[in-house]
């Protein structure tokens, strides 16, 4: 990495962990029934990051600031290793490589929509409310098959959301199309990391005592934070991320992209 990059890398990693860190501590929301993944919407500091100064600025400011948060909030560095740094480092990794690639916007806004179509189908088949309901029962927690169609239907409803913007973004602020796309495959390739490490780690370990020391957590729970990973993220990315990039842009040009293949 280039100079500039290892100073934004500590810079962006202080930015996400104490900025990330102040805003739990007002606002302390867990992932529903499953908790582990806090609500974060400092996303969008290392997203304006990878598309500023690339992918390995991005990726690795995201890691070492979601590794210092985690430790600080629920203490537990080998869970953070598993799930939370190699999401941030993969996701925000995307985010800085695709948004510098020339895209073949038809084709990638159609192989998006075919993409967020399938997952919403498997969100469907896979989550079986009975299921969930008597698993958190048995943990004391009192929800209805109500609360899951609702929690699955977020998701849907982010991913509607979130192509929407895309193709708003696409028609109204082509210089955008780039970072959009990619805020969208990145997050959704970090929130399915998170699902996936949160529970094989729970397989093989036992939670912090903050999570009620879970142990071995059914597939449907890295399912529900897959979903509440990307709904509650996706629109910090979008809505906040393209304004910020437009006035570093203006105010330093030469830090602006050239698209590459």
Same mark, same amino acid.
């Given at each position: 990495? /280039?100079?500039?990059?290892? $100073?934004?890398?500590?810079?962006? $990693? ?16 867990? *992932? ?29 400011? $995201?890691?070492? @600031?979601?590794?210092? !948060? ?7 560095? &080998? &869970? ?14 995307l985010v800085g490589l695709l948004s510098r690639m020339n895209l073949d916007w038809k084709k990638t806004v159609a192989?998006?929509?075919?993409? =967020? ?8 088949? &896979? ?23 609702? @929690? ?18 696409? &028609?109204? /602020? ?16 970090g929130s399915a990391i998170i699902g996936v490490g949160v529970w094989g780690y729970s397989q093989l370990f036992i939670?912090? /005592? ?10 449907? *729970? ?8 990307? !709904? ?7 809505? =906040?991320?393209?304004?910020i990039l437009e006035a570093c842009y203006r105010a330093f040009p030469s830090l602006k992209p050239q698209p590459q /293949?």
């Open positions: 990495m /280039k100079a500039v990059e290892v $100073a934004m890398v500590g810079i962006g $990693a202080a930015l996400y962990a104490g900025i990330g860190y102040v805003s739990f501590a007002i606002l302390p929301v867990f *992932a529903p029934f499953v908790g582990i993944v806090r609500f974060w919407p400092v996303v969008f500091i290392p997203a304006v990051i990878a598309a500023l100064f690339g992918p390995w600025a991005g990726g690795t400011s $995201a890691a070492i @600031g979601i590794f210092i !948060s985690d430790v600080l909030i629920h203490g537990d560095p &080998l &869970l953070s290793l598993t799930a939370g740094v190699t999401s941030n480092f993969i996701g925000f990794y192989g998006l929509g075919i993409g =967020l179509s399938f997952l919403v189908v498997a969100g469907y088949l &896979l989550i079986n409310p009975a299921l969930v309901v008597n698993y958190y029962s048995s943990l004391g927690v009192s929800i209805s098959t109500n609360d899951v169609v609702q @929690g699955v239907s977020l998701l849907v409803g982010a991913f509607i959301f979130s192509y929407a913007l895309v193709i708003v973004i696409w &028609l109204l /602020k082509p210089a955008w199309r780039n970072y959009g796309i990619a805020s969208v495959i990145g997050l959704i390739v939670m912090p /005592k903050s999570f009620n020391s879970q142990f071995q957590l059914p597939y449907y *729970a890295g399912l529900i934070l897959f979903i509440w990973t990307f !709904s509650t993220e996706i629109p910090f990315f979008l809505i =906040l991320g393209p304004p /293949k």
